[in-house]
Each structure stands twice: as C-alpha cells, then as structure tokens.
C-alpha cells in the first residue's frame, strides 16, 4: 500500500531521487506520519512512503541531504538503517586525490559520510540502506578519474599487500630506467657548464648541436617511457578542470621539455638570447619525483606492518579430530565443536574451551603481557595464541571472522581508515591547493615575463616550472593517515584497540578519567582477606568450620570464605540443621559443634558480646572491608573481613595518571563507606557512590560540568551506558561484550595500566600528526615563494626546477619517516610490567606463572 498526498510525478521533474529503507511501520498512520516528516526537510520536492516495501522515495529540487531525511524519519520514531561500502581505490597521489573522490562520493544520492585515507587507499561510504549500489559508488569513483580495484576473493590485506608489491615493483623498475637515462643527461648538460674537461671532451668528441640532440632523445625516452604514468594521470584531470599532483608535474615537464623542443629545432621563433635547453631539468624532475613515489610506497607498506604481523598470527592449518584420529585440515574447514590437539611449540588455530591436559600459553599478541598464562580444563583459548610446554586438546567455540583476532584484525583495519577531526583544516585547505597552485604558477610566469631582467622569458619559465614542481599535496594527505595507522598498529601490539579512529584524538584531551570501582579497580570477585582468631582457637580450625556451614549459602561472602578453605586444602565437614537469618547471619552445627556466622547485629541477638573487636571492626570498615563475626559452642571465636581486593596495578594507574595532570574520578554502585575507603587507600580526586547504571550516566554529565573532557573506564553490562555517554569510553578487555562494544577502546588484558598506555600513545600519535601537519604546511608556505623568486631582488638566489623536485620528493619521505617512528613507541608503565615478570621469573625458577586474572 502506498500513500501519497502530492500528485507529483517526480520522474516529470528535473529532480535528485534517492530512496530509503524504513523500518517499524506498522500502518497508514505511520506511512503519513513518515511523509510529513519528510516533506518538512527544506529542499524535499517530494515524498512517497510505501507501507509494503517500507521504502520512502524522496525527490530533492536541490542538493539532496540525506543525513537531514534520516534525522526527520528518526525524530518521529522510526529508523532508518545505514550500510557501509568500503572500495579499494588506485591512483590516488595526494590530498587533491582524496578531496576529488571523496566530493564524488558524496555526490551520489544517499550517501551520509564518506572517509578517504590515502595511506590505506581506501574509501569508506556510509549511505542509507537500499539508496545505493556499490556499482554506483564506483562508477563515481571511476567518473572523478581513479579505478576501484575488484577484490580476489582472499584475505584484504593479502590483496593489499599483493598490489603493494606489485605497485613498488613497477616504480622499482620505472626508476631504474629513468635514472640510467636521466644520469648522461644530467652530466652532459650540467658537467659541460661547470667542469671544464667534461665540456672540452663534449665539444671535441661529440659537438654542441649533436649534445643537444642526444639530450633531446634521452629527455623524451624518460618523459614518454617512465614518465609516461604521469601524463595518464594528469591529462585526463586536467581536462576535467580538476588537476591533481600528476597534472602539476606534467605542466611542469611539459613546459621545460616544450621550451626546450622550441629552442632545439625551431630557435628563431624565440627572442635573441633566449634559445636555452632544459632537458636536464624534465628528465631529473621526473626521475626525482619516482625515486620519491618509490621511496614512499616502500614507506607505506611499514606503516601497515602491525597488521601484516596480525595476520601473520593465523595459522593455515589445525590438527582436528575427527573419527577418533587428528588429520590437518585447512582453518576453512574448522567448525565451532571440533576437538583440536595442540602440541608444544602449536600456535592456537582457533578460539576454545580446554577439555584436556594443561600448559602454559603465550597470549601476548592479545593482552600485550610478556608472561604465558596457565591453561587448565575449563580455560580458555584464543587463536594465534602460542603453546609453550605442554599440551592439551580444546574445543572450538569461534572460528573464521568471529575469532577474537579476526576482531581486532578488523577494529585496528577500522582504525586505521578512520579520519580524524584533526583531518577537516586539511581538506580545506586541499580542495582548492592544487588550482590554487597553478594559479601561482601563471602569475609567477606573467611576472617575470613583464618586470624580470633579460631574458625574461628563460626567468618566467624555470620560475613557473620550479612553482609547480615544489607545491606538491602528498604530505598533506600523507601527515594524518600514515600517523593513525602507525600509531593504532603499535597501540594493538601493546592490547590496547582503538575501535573508534576519533577516540585517538579525543583521549589525548581528557582532563577527567573516571574509573568504575568492581572489577576495574578491584578484582570483582569477594576474597576472605582477614581472620583474626579469639583466644586459643586454632585458625584453620575456625576457617573449616565457618567454610563448612558457609557451603550452604549462596552469598557473594559465602563463596569466599568456602574458596579460601579449599584454597588452604581444608577438608570440609557435613552441615545439620542449617539456618539463614535474612540481614543477620547463618547457622547450624558442624561435626557436632554449634557454628553461628553474622554480623555485629547477630552475635547481639544470640547474646555474645564482641565488643573487645569493636577497634578491630572499625579499621576493617574503614579499609572497606565486610566484617562478620564467628562463634562456636556460643563463644566468640573470631573477626572475619571480607572485601573486593584492590588490583595490584591499580595505585600505579592513578599515581600515572596524576604525574599526566588529571583529575582521577571513581564511580561505583557500592556503598559510600566502601567508596570513600578504596579512595582514600587510591587517592582516587572524586567519588560518586550508590548509583545505578543510569546514574553512571548522570555522573558523567556532572563531571563534564566545565566543558571539560571524560574518559571512562568499565568493564560491566551496567557499565555500557556509561561508556556511550563519556567523551571517550575505554572497556577492560577482560570484562563483558556489551561493554567493549559500547567502548572507544577497548583494553585487551585487562590491565589498568593501559588506560595510561593508551592516552600517551594518543599524545603520541597526535603530536605526530602536528608535526607531519607543521611540516607539510611549513614546507609549501615557505618554497612556493622561494621557487617564484621573491629572494630575486634580495640576494639573486632563485631555485632551479631540479631542486625543486628534489625538495617535494624529500617532503613526503619526511613525513612519512617521522610517522614510522611511532612504531618505537615505548609505554610509560612497560618497566613495571617488565620487573613483575623478573619477580615472577625468581620466585618460581620458571619463565612462567600462572595467571590470576
């Protein structure tokens, strides 16, 4: 059924159509409700919403906002879904490049967001769902002059890899060719005018007008053979009136090799005193601007090495057993419920549960700590893990994509792709550099050519050329995805993930970090903690006895106790006539003998006094610990205190997070006493105490008071909504999957000490991306300038096209050099780690121990 309340045929009408899904219609009053929406959006021509397909055709008689048409339908309660493509892009050379594709893109209706990154050359499109077709996403690719490059059917990063190869073999080659050529040029021209025997040999064995014509034949081979993929390139976008890097080359060559070709064989038509070659300064452009590419493609293929060793992680094969006997089968054939062996040495194939031997296991690539963890029946596994010394058989519970590697594989690639607000001044300022450019270039040569000294055509020339040759975009468009990649593939290699690209930047502001207390500051799991015994009670004794009665209760308490005894190999007795007091305590009577457990409330209702432990109950209180009492036979008998242990590396968080000048908040749902007691052992700046999850998200709101910035650390379901609502949310890895992914980034091991990690390699990568971003900026402010000759009149110093080259190839590999060194990035709290592992290592004359978290 379809209603429409406009008899408008959009197909009449010179109008933008788009189409989008719509979901939770349920009758005609929804399809106008929808409508009416739609047709409010300023610039909506027209809107026909269809009940059956649930699709809503919009005519726009301007340019179409699809994120306007998608805000309306929301508004008034309905959704609609967003897909997302990600094209594989070729051709791309600079910032120009980017802006070009991504304009394009975002031309196509329906389309809601689009993000370009030259360093992984790759665009992801975001559109709503049924608007778009990926033919059509290319075709806009194709049509701004790129190709989009079909996927093999493999691994991504295998394609990306495979073409990279191929990509540097190519300019390997083209390099080779150019250099060979360009090297005789170079000395022919530029030995014969400044070492004399060079020119004496020229014009006693070879001649002028044959040096020249030997010039011309070398200048055109580099041009027309490795130089050729510029002029593929930069024509045709010159053409479209949308010129990019290549175009800037091929004018500039172009007008040097012309100038030349003028001077050569048709001198006359040139001024007295103006018929001078340039040859020499085609040829080294180009041979400079391909050692440039070439340097930077090998360049590029070291910013992505994280993720090539990630893949590197995945085994190709797994030992399965099947009918009773282990085969090798390839990971493809691996389903969810195969039993896998896995023998010493054996990388983990997939993830699992073990249901056989034990071992110890090396998951550094997931959690980023050094020390292999202990692996019994029950634990679990996860793939690309390494076995070191034993061996177990396990079975599969994740296989292929739904690994916990194929997901940080995809977080880090995600990342990686992602565009930062820092990235918007760039793609200002290069949606116009490249015309601006040739601008420049024009101006420069009008210029010289009306007020330069003679010969003012030979100035206008070289000076334009030397413009279009230095103004090149490629560490504009390079400064800010080299950077995140780097920086996103180390931060990986030490578990921390950054889901969110945006969170990179984000995290480096935060002025509040606001941790949650269970099971992120502390273990999130009651341990007994104190046992202070009356008297001549033996304490294991008291321990057996309490831990027997206490097997009958389901309390948090209970559990720790009964662990502790188990713990201490106690061996526990049968309970009779157990009793539960709601609010008070438990009792009945073990091996004969009356046992009563409670609190100070309940040792006064069974008429025992424990007032001499009223000091003792205090300090524990204080401390943020439970205190219970416990008698035998109707005498005090001890003080028990149970509490929620601190991590270990929880005070050294702080201590770091302080010395980086923040505020530290702790939100929880415990008690004010408690709290305050884990605060003040911490110093923890802020608490906020009793609170349920959607009080989590009001204390985020009151702590951002000020406009300052929140990260927030959760581990918990009731901690998703906080994490959604902090500026920044950072999940600890070990804690549930809502709340990683609820997360910016997610903490792979737990760890505290990676919430420091992350916000100074955040800091790192940021002051990265400043410095990339300084240096591009600095670099063409200054030499455009420089090339068009304002130092002329000062001192006489003009720079030659060559230079210029030379200068513009250097520009990207610098850029590219400093973003690499991210990948030295040394964690402000990896000693620690390093020295536990020491301890760890002396303590059991092992290089291993076993995990406790």
Same mark, same amino acid.
């Given at each position: 059924?379809?209603?429409?309340?406009?008899?408008?045929?959009?197909?009449?009408?010179?109008?933008?159509?788009?189409?989008?899904?719509?979901?939770?219609?349920?009758?005609?009053?929804?399809?106008?409700?929808?409508?009416?929406?739609?047709?409010?959006?300023? +610039?909506?021509?027209?809107?026909?919403?269809?009940?059956?397909?649930?699709?809503?055709?919009?005519?726009?008689?301007?340019?179409?906002?699809?994120?306007?048409?998608?805000?309306?339908?929301?508004?008034?309660?309905?959704?609609?879904?967003?897909?997302?493509?990600?094209?594989?892009?070729?051709?791309?050379?600079?910032?120009?490049?980017?802006?070009?594709?991504?304009?394009?893109?975002?031309?196509?209706?329906?389309?809601?967001?689009?993000?370009?990154?030259?360093?992984?050359?790759?665009?992801?499109?975001?559109?709503?769902?049924?608007?778009?077709?990926?033919?059509?996403?290319?075709?806009?690719?194709?049509?701004?002059?790129?190709?989009?490059?079909?996927?093999?059917?493999?691994?991504?990063?295998?394609?990306?890899?495979?073409?990279?190869?191929?990509?540097?073999?190519?300019?390997?080659?083209?390099?080779?060719?150019?250099?060979?050529? !360009?090297?005789?040029?170079?000395?022919?021209?530029?030995?014969?005018?400044?070492?004399?025997?060079?020119?004496?040999?020229?014009?006693?064995?070879?001649?002028?007008?044959?040096?020249?014509?030997?010039?011309?034949?070398?200048?055109?081979?580099?041009?027309?053979?490795?130089?050729?993929?510029?002029?593929?390139?930069?024509?045709?976008?010159?053409?479209?009136?949308?010129?990019?890097?290549?175009?800037?080359?091929? %004018?500039?060559?172009?007008?040097?090799?012309?100038?030349?070709?003028?001077?050569?064989?048709?001198?006359?038509?040139?001024?007295?005193? !103006?018929?001078?070659?340039?040859?020499?300064?085609?040829?080294?452009?180009?041979?400079?601007?391909?050692?440039?590419?070439?340097?930077?493609?090998?360049?590029? $293929?070291?910013?992505?090495?994280?993720?090539?060793?990630?893949?590197?992680?995945?085994?190709? !094969?797994?030992?399965?057993?099947?009918?009773?006997?282990?085969?090798?089968?390839?990971?493809?054939? /691996?389903?969810?419920?195969?039993?896998?062996?896995?023998?010493?040495?054996?990388?983990?194939?997939?993830?699992?549960?073990?249901?056989?031997?034990?071992?110890?296991?090396?998951?550094?690539?997931?959690?980023?700590?050094?020390?292999?963890?202990?692996?019994?029946?029950?634990?679990?596994?996860?793939?690309?893990?390494?076995?070191?010394?034993?061996?177990?058989?396990?079975?599969?519970?994740?296989?292929?994509?739904?690994?916990?590697?194929?997901?940080?594989?995809?977080?880090?690639?995600?990342?990686?792709?992602?565009? #930062?607000?820092?990235?918007?001044?760039?793609?200002?300022?290069?949606?116009?550099?490249?015309?601006?450019?040739?601008?420049?270039?024009?101006?420069?040569?009008?210029?010289?050519?009306?007020?330069?000294?003679?010969?003012?055509? !030979?100035?206008?020339?070289?000076?334009?050329?030397?413009?279009?040759?230095?103004?090149?975009?490629?560490?504009?468009?390079?400064?800010?995805?080299?950077?995140?990649?780097?920086?996103?593939?180390?931060?990986?290699?030490?578990?921390?993930?950054?889901?969110?690209?945006?969170?990179?930047?984000?995290?480096?502001?935060?002025?509040?970090?606001? %941790?949650?207390?269970?099971?992120?500051?502390?273990?999130?799991?009651?341990?007994?903690?104190?046992?202070?015994?009356?008297?001549?009670?033996?304490?294991?004794? /008291?321990?057996?006895?309490?831990?027997?009665?206490?097997?009958?209760?389901?309390?948090?308490?209970?559990?720790?106790?009964?662990?502790?005894?188990?713990?201490?190999?106690?061996?526990?007795?049968?309970?009779? +006539?157990?009793?539960?007091?709601?609010?008070?305590?438990?009792?009945?009577?073990?091996?004969?003998?009356?046992?009563?457990?409670?609190?100070?409330?309940?040792?006064?209702?069974?008429?025992?006094?424990?007032?001499?432990?009223?000091?003792?109950?205090?300090?524990? $209180?204080?401390?943020?610990?439970?205190?219970?009492?416990?008698?035998?036979?109707?005498? #005090?008998?001890?003080?028990?205190?149970?509490?929620?242990?601190?991590?270990?590396?929880?005070?050294?968080?702080? =201590?770091?997070?302080?010395? %980086?000048?923040?505020?530290?908040?702790?939100?929880?749902?415990?008690?004010?006493?408690?709290?305050?007691?884990?605060?003040?052992?911490?110093?923890?700046?802020?608490?906020?105490?009793?609170?349920?999850?959607?009080?989590?998200?009001?204390?985020?709101?009151?702590?951002?008071?000020?406009?300052?910035?929140?990260?927030?650390?959760?581990?918990?379901?009731?901690?998703?909504?906080?994490?959604?609502?902090?500026?920044?949310?950072?999940?600890?890895?070990?804690?549930?999957?809502?709340?990683?992914?609820?997360?910016?980034?997610?903490?792979?091991?737990?760890?505290?000490?990676?919430?420091?990690?992350?916000?100074?390699?955040?800091?790192?990568?940021? $002051?990265?991306?400043?410095?990339?971003?300084?240096?591009?900026?600095?670099?063409?402010?200054?030499?455009?300038?420089?090339?068009?000759?304002?130092?002329?009149?000062?001192?006489?110093?003009?720079?030659?096209?060559?230079?210029?080259?030379?200068?513009?190839?250097?520009?990207?590999?610098?850029?590219?050099?400093?973003?690499?060194?991210?990948? =030295?990035?040394?964690?402000?709290?990896?000693?620690?780690?390093?020295?536990?592992?020491?301890?760890?290592?002396?303590?059991?004359?092992?290089?291993?121990?076993?995990?406790?978290?």
């Amino acid at each position: 059924m379809a209603l429409q309340s406009e008899s408008i045929d959009p197909t009449q009408l010179e109008l933008t159509s788009t189409e989008f899904r719509i979901e939770g219609m349920t009758c005609a009053s929804c399809v106008s409700r929808v409508e009416k929406a739609i047709r409010a959006v300023p +610039g909506v021509a027209f809107a026909n919403v269809n009940l059956a397909t649930e699709k809503a055709t919009v005519a726009f008689s301007g340019s179409p906002n699809p994120q306007a048409i998608m805000a309306a339908i929301e508004k008034v309660g309905y959704a609609t879904p967003e897909e997302t493509a990600e094209l594989q892009i070729e051709g791309m050379t600079c910032a120009s490049c980017v802006s070009r594709i991504e304009k394009a893109l975002t031309a196509v209706p329906g389309v809601t967001s689009v993000a370009v990154n030259l360093a992984t050359e790759r665009a992801v499109v975001r559109y709503a769902a049924g608007s778009v077709t990926r033919s059509g996403l290319e075709n806009a690719v194709r049509a701004s002059g790129y190709n989009v490059i079909k996927s093999t059917g493999g691994a991504k990063s295998d394609d990306a890899e495979e073409r990279r190869t191929v990509e540097i073999g190519a300019l390997g080659r083209s390099l080779a060719i150019a250099a060979t050529l !360009t090297i005789p040029l170079f000395v022919m021209e530029m030995g014969s005018h400044y070492v004399p025997a060079i020119h004496m040999w020229i014009m006693t064995n070879i001649g002028m007008p044959a040096n020249i014509y030997i010039q011309f034949v070398l200048a055109t081979l580099v041009l027309f053979g490795p130089g050729l993929r510029f002029f593929r390139r930069g024509i045709p976008n010159l053409l479209r009136g949308t010129p990019d890097m290549n175009s800037l080359v091929v %004018l500039g060559t172009s007008a040097a090799w012309g100038y030349s070709i003028v001077s050569t064989f048709l001198p006359s038509a040139l001024p007295n005193g !103006t018929a001078y070659v340039y040859y020499e300064a085609a040829a080294v452009i180009v041979t400079l601007i391909l050692l440039g590419r070439f340097l930077e493609a090998r360049a590029k $293929g070291r910013t992505s090495q994280a993720i090539k060793r990630l893949v590197g992680l995945q085994p190709k !094969t797994a030992r399965v057993i099947r009918n009773g006997a282990a085969i090798e089968l390839a990971m493809e054939q /691996v389903v969810v419920g195969d039993r896998i062996e896995i023998r010493p040495g054996d990388r983990v194939p997939v993830d699992g549960s073990v249901i056989e031997g034990e071992s110890y296991v090396d998951e550094s690539m997931i959690s980023g700590e050094p020390v292999p963890v202990r692996k019994i029946v029950g634990g679990e596994v996860v793939g690309g893990t390494i076995n070191k010394t034993g061996a177990f058989t396990f079975a599969a519970t994740k296989v292929g994509s739904d690994t916990i590697l194929a997901q940080i594989i995809r977080m880090v690639e995600e990342a990686q792709g992602s565009k #930062l607000p820092i990235q918007a001044l760039v793609d200002k300022v290069t949606s116009w550099f490249v015309p601006a450019v040739i601008g420049a270039a024009v101006l420069t040569f009008a210029v010289w050519f009306v007020l330069g000294p003679s010969p003012a055509l !030979t100035f206008a020339l070289v000076n334009a050329v030397a413009v279009l040759i230095i103004a090149c975009p490629c560490a504009m468009g390079l400064a800010t995805p080299t950077s995140i990649m780097v920086g996103t593939g180390r931060a990986a290699e030490l578990g921390i993930l950054f889901r969110k690209g945006e969170a990179l930047q984000t995290l480096r502001s935060a002025q509040v970090v606001a %941790l949650d207390k269970t099971g992120t500051l502390t273990k999130g799991k009651p341990e007994l903690t104190d046992l202070t015994v009356r008297g001549d009670f033996d304490r294991n004794e /008291v321990l057996r006895l309490v831990a027997s009665l206490e097997t009958k209760s389901e309390h948090p308490i209970a559990e720790a106790i009964v662990a502790a005894a188990q713990r201490d190999k106690l061996a526990l007795s049968e309970v009779a +006539g157990f009793e539960a007091d709601p609010g008070f305590g438990v009792a009945g009577t073990v091996a004969g003998r009356r046992i009563q457990v409670g609190a100070d409330r309940a040792m006064a209702k069974a008429g025992i006094d424990v007032s001499e432990y009223f000091g003792i109950a205090a300090t524990l $209180g204080d401390e943020g610990k439970s205190p219970l009492y416990a008698a035998i036979d109707g005498q #005090l008998a001890a003080i028990i205190a149970v509490s929620d242990p601190v991590k270990e590396t929880s005070a050294d968080t702080i =201590r770091a997070l302080h010395d %980086l000048g923040l505020r530290v908040a702790m939100i929880t749902g415990d008690n004010a006493r408690t709290a305050q007691a884990v605060a003040r052992r911490l110093g923890i700046d802020e608490v906020v105490s009793e609170v349920l999850p959607g009080g989590k998200v009001e204390a985020i709101k009151q702590l951002r008071a000020g406009n300052r910035t929140v990260a927030f650390v959760g581990d918990g379901i009731n901690d998703a909504p906080a994490l959604a609502e902090a500026d920044v949310g950072l999940a600890v890895g070990t804690g549930t999957d809502i709340a990683i992914e609820s997360a910016d980034v997610v903490l792979m091991s737990g760890d505290l000490r990676g919430v420091v990690n992350a916000i100074a390699i955040s800091k790192a990568t940021i $002051g990265n991306i400043k410095q990339n971003l300084f240096w591009a900026f600095a670099y063409n402010v200054t030499l455009i300038p420089v090339a068009a000759g304002i130092l002329f009149p000062i001192n006489g110093m003009l720079l030659s096209p060559v230079l210029a080259a030379g200068a513009m190839a250097l520009s990207s590999v610098f850029v590219l050099g400093n973003a690499l060194r991210l990948r =030295r990035f040394a964690p402000p709290l990896a000693s620690n780690t390093e020295a536990r592992t020491e301890r760890a290592s002396a303590q059991t004359g092992l290089n291993f121990r076993e995990s406790t978290s």
